[in-house]
């Protein structure tokens, strides 16, 4: 499930690309980030978080991709399903033993 967010993948694209584009005209990259955010109406954080995904994803910065991380969010979510199950199969055993284990002694 992903959340809805207030900007729309083309401008996110379209403002990354000017802050790669771009960046050669300004002191810092987070020079370069604030001043084409403020062009675009968003926050210089927002804008930053971008391109910072952009560059791993990219493999220009180090850092688990996009894919990477769904990947990963996929596995926990396997993994607590799992000990999950593997707790109630844990207690479901002991209940029946112990129930198998009254039984016999009478």
């Given amino acids: 499930m992903s959340r809805s967010s207030r900007y729309s993948p083309e401008l996110r694209e379209r403002a990354v690309r000017m802050v790669i584009d771009r ?5 810092s990259e987070w020079a370069t980030v604030t001043a084409i955010s403020k062009l675009l109406g968003m ?21 688990l991709t996009t894919d990477e991380r769904a990947r990963l969010k996929a596995l926990e ?5 799992l000990r999950r199950t593997n707790a109630i199969l844990q207690d479901a055993s002991i209940f029946f033993a112990t129930a198998l284990d009254g039984q016999t002694k009478k």
């Fill in 23 to 27: 960046r050669e005209d300004y002191q």
């Fill in 43 to 63: 926050s210089p954080e927002t804008l930053r978080g971008w391109v910072r995904r952009t560059q791993v994803d990219q493999g220009s910065r180090p850092g």
């Fill in 77 to 81: 979510r396997e993994v607590k399903d």
